[in-house]
């Protein structure tokens, strides 16, 4: 059974400090990587992809990939009361089908 | 660029009812996906089609759900008859590679 686990949460930031979101991956093949935000009632929304082993920054997020240890990580910098939301993580297993095994998500709350 | 257009966006129904679902995909994407999500849950793979062939139908309750994409582009998801537990949100998503833009979704009550 290929698996991708989070903390559920919630993690609760104050404003300004740096939210840390961590994921695992069971599949060693795994060949993509991508955190989606999702506002309660809205649908999810990408904010990083990520494929090889290393940082990648994108404005005040960062996503961090090491897949001899099965995880990757987003932080978010200067978090903000409009980056409470909840965090999936979602891995492709890579091949034609391009299937992603996603998360449970993990619920952060920035609080002002 | 339109994304990935949905309809109805709510829907309430008695149980053992059926109801059924539009999805448009972003233009000139092959793949197209529809997801069931729960409270609280990530998103669950209901069926995968890449152009109108189906890919992974495996976390499909064929019993009572069914989906189509006629000319490779619409696709409808049914559920005839309905139960409790389908009480959801049903994510439509589209992709040309890997990555996967959803649209608005269509929040579904079971009474």
């Known amino acids: 059974q290929k698996e991708v686990e989070q903390n559920s949460g919630p993690l609760s930031v104050p404003e300004g400090a740096i939210a840390s979101l961590n994921c695992t991956y069971s599949?060693?093949?795994?060949?993509?990587f991508f955190w989606y935000r999702q506002y309660s009632g809205k649908s999810p929304e990408l904010i990083m992809s990520i494929y090889s082993n290393g940082d990648k920054e994108d404005g005040r997020f960062t996503a961090q990939l090491n897949k001899a240890s099965q995880y990757v990580s987003l932080l978010i910098r200067d978090s903000q009361p409009s980056d409470s939301a909840t965090y999936l993580c979602a891995v492709n297993l890579g091949g034609n089908n391009r299937k992603l095994i996603w998360g449970l998500g993990t619920s952060l709350a920035v609080n002002p | 660029e339109a994304g990935v257009a949905q309809s109805p966006r709510y829907k309430i129904i008695e149980k053992r009812q059926s109801v059924a679902f539009w999805c448009n995909p972003i233009?000139?994407?092959?793949?197209l996906y529809w997801y069931q999500q729960i409270l609280g849950q990530g998103p669950k793979l209901l069926i995968q089609?890449?152009?109108?062939?189906?890919?992974?139908d495996s976390q499909l309750p064929k019993d009572r759900f069914s989906a189509e994409r006629l000319k490779g582009v619409d696709s409808t998801l049914k559920i005839q008859p309905a139960k409790l537990e389908d009480s959801a949100v049903y994510l439509c998503?589209?992709?040309?590679?890997?990555?996967?833009?959803f649209g608005p979704g269509t929040r579904l009550t079971v009474l």
């Open positions: 998503a589209s992709s040309r590679g890997d990555t996967q833009y």
């Open positions: 089609f890449q152009n109108n062939g189906v890919v992974d």
């Open positions: 233009s000139g994407h092959a793949t």
């Open positions: 599949d060693r093949v795994s060949q993509s």
